[in-house]
């Protein structure tokens, strides 16, 4: 009974970070997005794989029904009679005017019914289905966030973006014009006017062939969406005290009779006055600074005076096994194991996954979806042997709460400045609480992450590579239990790859006898 009750109140106690239920009346955030991990994205892309596939079908009848209709156009080819005295030449051949009264008669009806006949219905059903479960327009708006968040953490260009060339590396992928455009009005809602006109800009400079062309003209050219949105605000801000009838009424009026040049005229023309008027101009494309993009760019200072070694002390079984450790910081304490976790066991975790839900950051609004997560709360040989490696390295008991909790981000995934520690916030929700606050951190890193991802410490100017297969491992509290506010910790957005994690919080009452709480011996300041 008193591990059950454990178990209730650690669920209680993670809910700050990666929490798994929303709070009441937020139903949107017990849905399945997609954009949230690269795992939802795989699953998306066999979504739209299905998708192609019914429209090829589809497709496919379409066009044989044309060939059909040519087949028989080809078979009725005949000189063109221009004149009343070709044609009356014409019909007056006995087989000629047969056959003229007989295909009107029986053959273009059937025809006509042939072209009415609805083809490729089963095809069409199915993209009806498959668009049912589409990304909805959070996941679309989630996506463009990602991608803001990637471009100013990391000081990204947008014309190198749209170019596939991210962080000095080249992709075989580049942004279509539409992409451009979404990007250029996702800036306009945010009043980034700066980057807002610069990937305008990068929509204009895209080459479309002919093809691309006929899309574009098919599907329509965002080009008045975005002017509409501009002369919307625009007029507002002349006159706030305007009904929204009467905005959309100026708005109609002032683009209706605009051609793709006139609009791309007022466009840039806009953009151009709002940002000057922000007074950011060239600096609003520059990343703010601060520790986290300073440190997600790899501009902290290079540590000195650490060192690598083998762990063979905090338990006995290392003196047979020592591990692999690097220094990170000595104070506050921060150390990497390095190939602590095999790809067979990554294999293995990925197996004992159930159903993943929504993990996001903290309880107040605005709430962001950063990843997808999974506790692993049933007794498997894969945890066990997880938990004891944890042991081995960290010399802690977890016998308490044996639970891993494993997640996967999405493309621009990332997490916010937060410490692990919540003292405070502990005696508030269970004054009657036997875990403890959480002493200490270890995360194995699960995943191939070849840009972005890296576990920051702002405040002491540390930042940690995700490499896969190891596990970083720190104190958030002092000797004495107190909180160490330099355990304060970020994670980079994700730019290219997959960020899986499994992490582990040891918390204080379970190690009262293995770490007992002692004066604090030293505190460098911050």
Known sequence: MLNVLRLIILLILVQPYFSMEPDENEERYNKDYYSSSVQGLVRLLQVEQEFMENLTIYASVLQEKVDNLNIYLDNLKRPNHNTHNEREKYVSNPLNAFGLIRRLNQ???????????????????AM????????????????????????TTYDLKPKDIAKGLLQSKQFNSKLALRDCLALAHHKLEIEDFHRSLLWFQEALNVNT??????????????????????????????????????????????????????????IISKLKQWDKESFTGINASRTPENAHNIGCQGFFPKSINLVCLYNSTTNPFLKLAPLKMEEISRDPYIVM???????????????????????????????????????????SPFRDRIN?????????????????QMANFGVGGYFKPHHDYFTERLRKIDVNNTLGDRVASLIFYAGEVSQGGQTVFPDIKVV?????????????????????????H???????????????????????????????????SS
């Open 128 to 151: 009806q289905n498959i668009l049912s479960i589409a990304p909805e327009s959070f996941d679309m708006n989630e996506t463009l966030k990602a991608m803001h968040r990637i471009e």
């Open 337 to 379: 194991y390095h190939e602590v976790l095999s790809d067979k066991e990554i294999e293995e975790m990925k197996g004992e996954i159930g159903e993943m839900g929504n993990g996001w950051t903290g309880v107040d609004d605005p709430k962001e979806i950063v990843a997808h997560v999974f506790w692993a709360t049933e007794d």
């Open 209 to 266: 062939d002919q093809s691309q062309k006929i899309i574009d003209e098919l599907l329509g050219i965002s080009f008045k969406d975005l002017a509409m949105s501009i002369s919307t605000r625009s007029i507002y801000m002349s006159n706030q005290s305007l009904s929204n009838e009467s905005i959309h009424e100026l708005v109609s009026s002032q683009l209706q009779d605009a051609n793709p040049k006139d609009l791309e005229d007022f």
């Open 464 to 488: 940690v590579e995700p490499k896969k297969g190891n596990a970083l491992f720190w104190f958030n509290d002092f000797d004495d239990s107190s909180p160490d506010q330099r355990s304060l």
């Open 490 to 524: 970020s994670v980079c957005p994700v730019i290219v790859g997959s960020r899986w994690t499994i992490t582990k919080w040891i918390h204080y009452d379970p190690q009262i006898f293995v770490k007992p709480c002692s004066q604090r011996l030293f505190q460098r």
């Open 388 to 404: 004891q490696r944890i042991s081995d390295m960290t010399g802690f008991k977890l016998e308490e709460f044996p639970a891993l």
């Open 107 to 125: 053959d273009w009806p059937k025809w006509q019914n042939y072209t009415q006949k609805p083809l490729g219905l089963e095809q069409l059903n």
